[in-house]
Structures are given as C-alpha cells and as structure tokens.
C-alpha cells in the first residue's frame, strides 16, 4: 500500500514539474518542420524584408555581414542575431535597457507601423512582421492570435523579447553558415558579363567595351 502511495506521488510531481515546463516556455505556434540551413546573407535579407517590407541595402548587407562572421569568431554568433533582428524593430538604447516598459522603435519600423497604435490592425501587423524577420516565416493563426493577446497585455518589446529565445528563432542561427560576403552586383555593362564566381563583371570577349559604338548582328 505504501508502495503505491509512493508511486502515486512520484507521477503526481512528474506532471506538476511538466506542466511547469510548458507554462515558461516561450510559444511561437504550432511546432514547426525545421528549416533548412541558410547563409548569413539570406538570413540578414530575410530579415530586412520581415520587419521592413523591402529589400536591404548593399551598405546594410555588409555591414551586418561583417557583425555575424565576427561574432561567429568569437563565439557570440547567437547574441548578434538576437540584437540585429530586434533592433530593426527597437532601437539599440532601448535594446540595451532590460526594462520592459522602455520601448522607443526604430524611425523606420515606426513610419511602418506606428508603436502608438495598439488596435487589433496594427498589433496584428507587428506581430505578423516579427514572424517573418525572425522566425522566417508567415505567422500560424494560433500563435498570431497567442502574441497579438500578450502585445495588448504586457507591450510590444516582451513579444520581442520571446520571439528572440525562442527555440525555433535559435534553431535557424544555428544552422546558419558563411557563404561569403554579400554579392551587390544588379547590372553589369554593355560588353560585359556577370561572374558570379566572382560577383563581378567580366568582359565577355566580344570586344565592345562601355562607351564604344559597337554594330550590332
């Protein structure tokens, strides 16, 4: 009899210490199939597109570039993914401050939407942006419905702050890998052709160079 006791008591705290576990763990969503490995270029690019809706610079590209290999020299690969994603939503002064309720966004993220604007529309569109720029991805209806909730209750930047340690958030950086610095090249001149081996632009042998009358067959 004591012994079933005993047993009892043992799966009781079982459940208890699990049902913990769930309650602090941060939710993104239903789980999700893991995403393939990407390059620090694709990862920064998809990053732009997520919170801006528009395509990131060359100038930002390298810049970022050259953050990630360092920081992946150093061992702090996963601290600068963090920060980069979340200060295209926050600024770095606010990033730095651990308070929850300092939260100043970006002037670009604020002409995108607005932090003012707490309505369904405008939260849901925060929220929906934050999938795309960290996790990669278009929101699942239950964890958009989930964030847009705890954005009305405890404020944009505890959303961030989740979406940043979350486990698949973490699972794309650490697949992440060096591909070699951002190619820019959109347009390679008459006479020319691009080499992507190279990310340049090669004369292509036909002997008309830029500026040159050239005939035409």
Same mark, same amino acid.
């Given at each position: 009899?004591?012994?079933?006791?005993?047993?009892?008591? !043992?799966?009781? =705290?079982?459940?208890?210490? @699990?049902?913990?576990?769930?309650? /602090?763990? +941060?939710?993104?969503?239903?789980?999700?199939?893991?995403?393939?490995?990407?390059?620090?270029?694709?990862?920064?690019?998809?990053?732009?597109?997520?919170?801006?809706?528009?395509?990131?610079?060359?100038?930002?590209?390298?810049?970022?570039?050259?953050?990630?290999?360092?920081?992946?020299?150093?061992? /702090? @690969? #996963?601290?600068?993914?963090?920060?980069?994603? =979340? /200060?295209?939503? *926050? $600024?770095?002064?606010?990033?730095?401050?651990?308070?929850?309720?300092?939260?100043?966004? $970006?002037?670009?993220?604020? =002409? !995108?939407?607005?932090?003012? *604007?707490?309505?369904?529309? #405008?939260?849901?569109?925060?929220?929906?942006?934050?999938?795309? =720029?960290?996790?990669?991805?278009? +929101?699942?209806?239950?964890? @958009?419905?989930?964030?847009?909730?705890?954005?009305?209750?405890?404020?944009?930047?505890? %959303?961030? !702050?989740?979406?940043?340690?979350?486990?698949?958030?973490?699972?794309?950086?650490?697949?992440?890998?060096? &591909?070699?610095? +951002?190619?820019? %090249? $959109?347009?390679?001149?008459?006479? $020319?052709?691009?080499?992507?081996? /190279?990310? &340049?632009?090669?004369?292509?042998?036909?002997?008309? @160079?830029?500026? *040159?009358?050239?005939?035409?067959?």
């Amino acid at each position: 009899m004591l012994e079933r006791i005993s047993s009892t008591r !043992r799966i009781l =705290a079982l459940i208890l210490c @699990l049902a913990a576990l769930v309650a /602090t763990t +941060p939710y993104v969503g239903y789980t999700q199939q893991p995403q393939g490995p990407r390059s620090f270029d694709e990862f920064i690019q998809r990053a732009y597109l997520g919170a801006y809706g528009r395509a990131a610079t060359c100038a930002e590209r390298n810049a970022e570039y050259d953050r990630l290999v360092n920081a992946a020299a150093n061992g /702090t @690969l #996963h601290a600068e993914a963090r920060r980069f994603v =979340a /200060t295209l939503f *926050m $600024t770095q002064a606010s990033y730095d401050d651990p308070a929850l309720f300092n939260y100043l966004q $970006t002037s670009t993220y604020q =002409a !995108r939407n607005p932090q003012d *604007m707490n309505d369904l529309a #405008h939260l849901q569109a925060f929220v929906a942006d934050l999938y795309r =720029a960290f996790l990669q991805r278009e +929101p699942d209806s239950a964890g @958009l419905n989930f964030w847009v909730q705890n954005a009305q209750n405890e404020g944009r930047k505890k %959303v961030i !702050r989740a979406f940043e340690e979350s486990i698949e958030f973490g699972s794309i950086v650490n697949q992440l890998f060096d &591909s070699g610095p +951002p190619c820019c %090249v $959109t347009f390679c001149p008459r006479g $020319t052709i691009f080499n992507p081996d /190279t990310c &340049s632009c090669e004369d292509d042998g036909s002997g008309c @160079l830029p500026g *040159m009358i050239c005939n035409e067959f």
